[in-house]
DNA sequence: GCGCGAAATCTAAGCGCTTAACATTCGCCC
DNA sequence: GGGCGAATGTTAAGCGCTTAGATTTCGCGC
């Protein structure tokens, strides 16, 4: 690995001044064409790779689009490297991977590199500062990055936040209709299903999550049913998943439905259900929210409200840089459709196999 | 959006100067506490942000380490933002996609930030440049870099290659057992199944797909039943893969069972076999490779050799943190190991359902 | 009160590239 | 041949941070 060539090599090689050559680089027509072809055999020559720190440095600005996640999923273990990955416990990819995957792919598009960060654990105010520093603009998952961060990092640069609400000046975020595709769920467990005994898994502390059990509640009230309180649990938290099914067995009150607010909660009540020896859709129902592929892999498939995650990726991306380019209110859009996927934990028939 | 603050102001505002200020932010230590405390509450006051692009010209390391892939899934048109995914043509994740998932995870533990390039059509010279222009050491696919760009990456920064070969000094490459896997299941095919008209579909471009086939070859040689020879398909173009269906249709000359060497490519066949009318497994026993989601959201599930996905994107971690790190000979390892996994369009009955 | 080594700070020289401002060259026209 | 504007090049001043090496400050023992 010889020592990397530089600006100055490439001029001293091509006989030329660096200027010269940065602009051989990056104006090639303010470059006679002899020059440029002498620049760049020279730079061929000697491996030239150009430094983006200082590229970035001099221009002020880096090129590159931040997303910034927590991962509900947790790592493997240290040592597990050489473990074959388990095809049974697939949980990948949740609802961050394919958010990330659309944003992976108008990052591309748009000619932006994208640079990858995160916690599982607390995030930690300079983990969040270290990617923003790298970047023209940072895309966060709600909850990712605390206010704090939040706040000392949108003075910097634009930052669009994922699921949640504004909370702080000059953070955009993404509108999903959460509370519509909620309702349209419940809908059909009312009618379709005729349940009446609901109850509804998750949490409240994010504002899509509130949307969501506002679209459950309002939806029984409409339909003269009572609303069950919300028994807790974390999406990837499964004790807590299972501590809740317990608690329902015990009280002897197992609702008909089961409502969770995200698919992994749902997954996770499916699997301490079925640990208790009971059935799913049999003797309960179960209802997930967010579309992920291991849903899909339930057999039967889990019913759910699919988020359009890639698209969801691909607005953020279209936020960022247009604000960067300086359109003004380029992060005001549509709130973007989730939609009912019937599958067959409501209780409704497999469809038919091929 | 006030102005970014920079190392000046946090020393001026805390009376210090700048070199305390860096030293308070890096090697707290070799600052008195009283004075750490005034650095912070001032960074703090100013919403400083420490700009990566400085730190790392003066460093002359980022901290980062880059992934550079080619995306087989073709890139959505730029103007279905607002599309629902459909979630009947759900190919996402594929084999690179879970790569990058390990990639991540380890970068994460290790306290790389991770930078993502990529191309879908060829891989254009000043692509690569630039992600390597941002990152410590390089991940790629195989096939994802040009030999050209390849050496002269490679001059500069460490680089492991995914599924290849060594074919530039200083490349590193992550071995997995693709002829054993192969062998196992091409073994399966022919002891539990009794096939013995195969035919091949895939191609012979790089050294993992050679090693894919020569495991098939070698199997069939044992088993003293002819080998076919390589029907051309490319994975992620469909197209291809019908046609190759189509051929054997036309020639009047199905085999009992379709080898592919890639999940992608068994999927496109099975699709375009369902097209034609035939039934998989009935008329067609179909094999793919690589362990795909898709695969196994299949009906039935397909029959596969499962590669460790995560794993591989693990190591390549790994393997370019301690070569960085100074660790000699950083990059030998085992082959990684395949499976086999079995599904149904190989003919075996699909497990006992819940 | 003085002298010393250790601890804490500061000074200043880059890191490699961009770009405004200035200097040359060229091609053309009169 | 001289003059001019356009096309090319060059000079040099940063961009914000790290880090040797110089300098100052401190804590102590005598």
């Known amino acids: 690995?010889?020592?990397?060539?530089?600006?100055?090599?490439?001029?001293?090689?091509?006989?030329?001044s660096i200027?010269?050559?940065?602009?051989a680089f990056t104006k090639p027509d303010r470059v006679k064409s002899d020059t440029l072809a002498a620049v760049m055999a020279a730079a061929d020559q000697l491996g030239y790779v150009p430094s983006a720190a200082a590229r970035g440095l001099a221009r002020g600005r880096?090129?590159?689009?931040g997303l910034y996640a927590f991962d509900y999923l947790l790592d493997s273990d240290a040592t597990d490297e050489q473990a074959t990955d388990m095809p049974t416990a697939r949980l990948f990819p949740l609802y961050a991977d394919e958010?990330?995957?659309?944003?992976?792919v108008e990052c591309r598009r748009r000619g932006y590199a994208l640079m990858i960060g995160g916690t599982r654990a607390a995030p930690h105010l300079s983990q969040v500062i270290d990617v923003a520093g790298r970047v023209d603009?940072?895309?966060a998952f709600a909850g990712a990055v605390g206010e704090t961060a939040?706040?000392?990092v949108s003075g910097r640069i634009p930052v669009v936040e994922?699921?949640?609400?504004v909370r702080v000046d000059g953070v955009r975020t993404i509108y999903v209709d959460n509370r519509q595709g909620m309702a349209d769920l419940t809908s059909h467990l009312v009618t379709v299903h005729g349940h009446r005994r609901f109850g509804y898994l998750g949490e409240l502390g994010t504002p899509e999550f509130r949307q969501r059990f506002d679209g459950f509640t309002a939806t029984l009230r409409d339909a003269g049913l009572p609303v069950p309180p919300v028994t807790r649990s974390h999406p990837g938290d499964d004790p807590t998943a299972a501590a809740a099914v317990r608690g329902f067995l015990e009280r002897g009150d197992l609702p008909d439905v089961l409502v969770c607010d995200t698919d992994q909660s749902a997954l996770a009540a499916i699997d301490a259900l079925r640990a208790e020896g009971l059935t799913v859709p049999g003797d309960v129902a179960v209802t997930g929210f967010d579309g992920i592929v291991a849903g899909e892999l339930l057999s039967p498939a889990l019913t759910t409200v699919r988020q359009p995650m890639e698209a969801i990726g691909r607005l953020a991306v279209r936020i960022l840089v247009d604000t960067l380019a300086g359109v003004p209110d380029a992060h005001v859009h549509e709130p973007l459709r989730s939609v009912l996927v019937v599958g067959g934990t409501c209780g409704c028939p497999p469809p038919a196999g091929t």
Do not use: H, N, P
């Open 99 to 104: 958010v990330q995957r659309g944003v992976q």
């Open 1 to 16: 690995m010889a020592r990397k060539a530089t600006l100055y090599d490439v001029a001293e090689l091509a006989g030329v």
């Open 150 to 152: 939040l706040k000392q």
């Open 137 to 139: 603009g940072l895309i």
């Open 162 to 165: 994922l699921g949640g609400e």
């Open 19 to 23: 200027a010269t050559v940065s602009f």
């Open 62 to 65: 880096t090129g590159a689009i």
